[in-house]
């Protein structure tokens, strides 16, 4: 759990995305195209005294290879870290697909410092789009996907137009290709016809890679186990 204590300073948000390898939230982590990817975002809540609403909406960005799927969860903590059960806050999350990003306003927050709330935690899925991601370059590192969050919140107990924003938080995920090649034994320059390939997501080999062909010969992609015409073996001409 993540404490958050109240303060007289701003509100804060970090927005972290899922490593599967560590099952931790970091900043950076590669991911495989079958496969959801798992944001949280953790805002603070500060003092609220004097004000009768309060505004508090995260706003969410996601390059193009990135496509919002739904929120998972929303938990309120107090400053120990404990979960906080209220019907006093409620919230929306509103999807804009044509500038791929999202809007999550919150209602109510007024009253989380006196239900004993101090933070707020929002994990959301997200799934990737194959033919819009940006695939990293494996020579200079560079490439990835972004996905990044600020929180808009009131500034002013006597105006409630007024708001102040944190900056945009970063997370970045990535995906690798790979070029495959059976060669002769004593020329590597001739490629072989009919060389054979599985892919495996474990090192037990129980766990077969499923395919599809793109619309390039012989380029193949990363797909679910349900996709039409998916193989788990490729074949080289």
């Known amino acids: 759990n993540e404490t958050v204590a109240v303060k007289s300073s701003a509100p804060t948000l970090i927005m972290k995305v899922l490593d599967d390898d560590s099952d931790s939230y970091i900043d950076i982590t590669d ?93 959301y899925s997200a799934t990737v789009d194959s033919d819009k991601f940006t695939l990293r370059n494996g020579t200079n590192g560079q490439g990835g996907n972004l996905s990044r969050a600020k929180l808009t919140y009131s500034s002013d107990p006597y105006d409630t137009s007024k708001t102040n924003a944190t900056a945009w938080d970063n997370t970045l995920v990535y995906s690798y290709s790979m070029s495959l090649h059976k060669v002769d034994a004593t020329n590597n320059d001739e490629f072989l016809e009919g060389a054979s390939f599985k892919l495996f997501s474990d090192a037990s080999n129980n766990n077969p890679v499923y395919l599809k062909e793109t619309s390039t010969n012989n380029v193949f992609e990363v797909v679910t186990s349900g996709t039409a015409d998916a193989v788990t073996e490729i074949t080289t001409d």
């Not at 804009?96 to 209602?107: G, H, L, Q, R």
């Open 31 to 123: 991911i495989s195209f079958d496969e959801e990817i798992e944001y949280k975002l953790t805002g603070s809540i500060t003092a609220m005294k004097g004000y009768t609403q309060y505004d508090y909406v995260i706003d969410i960005e996601m390059d193009k290879g990135i496509n919002f799927k739904e929120v998972e969860s929303v938990t309120f903590k107090d400053s120990a870290g404990a979960t906080v059960n209220t019907n006093a806050i409620s919230y929306v999350a509103n999807e804009n697909e044509a500038t791929n990003s999202v809007s999550i306003v919150f209602s109510g927050m007024k009253n989380a410092v006196a239900n004993g709330i101090t933070g707020v935690e929002v994990v």
